[in-house]
Nanobody, 122 residues
Framework: QVQLVESGGGLVQAGGSLRLSCAASERAFRNDVTGWFRQAPGKEREFVARITWTYGSTYYTDSVKGRFTISRDTAKNTVYLQMTSLKPEDTALYYC???????????????WGQGTQVTVSS
């Protein structure tokens, strides 16, 4: 069983930065992909970014390209999401998830963390 724990959320002013962390209890071989998703109040959960453990391949949704960077530390079994130039519309509960496929669809990820809140004030 893979357990994921997010941290690093908080309150920041527009234009500021935050770094989220997703620590995994183990890196099961078949769960090669870790993704970040977010859900704002009254909205559906949306894909943000993903990374593969094997090659470090990354993919971002258009709205965060150039502002967010996903990375991994294989020694620490931890994935990071560095967020810069934050906007009020980035406000959401951010989740990390693990799964075997490189996909933007949340239903195809097997394991989820509890989420960390990011609030960006204008």
């Amino acid at each position: 069983q893979v357990q994921l724990v997010e941290s690093g959320g908080g309150l920041v002013q527009a234009g500021g930065s935050l770094r989220l962390s997703c620590a995994a209890s183990e890196r099961a071989f078949r769960n090669d992909v870790t993704g970040w998703f977010r859900q704002a109040p009254g909205k559906e959960r949306e894909f943000v970014a993903r990374i593969t453990w094997t090659y470090g391949s990354t993919y971002y949704t258009d709205s965060v390209k150039g502002r967010f960077t996903i990375s991994r530390d294989t020694a620490k079994n931890t994935v990071y999401l560095q967020m810069t130039s934050l906007k009020p519309e980035d406000t959401a509960l951010y989740y990390c998830a693990a799964g075997p496929r490189q996909t933007v669809f949340s239903s195809l990820y097997d394991y989820w963390g509890q989420g960390t809140q990011v609030t960006v004030s204008s």
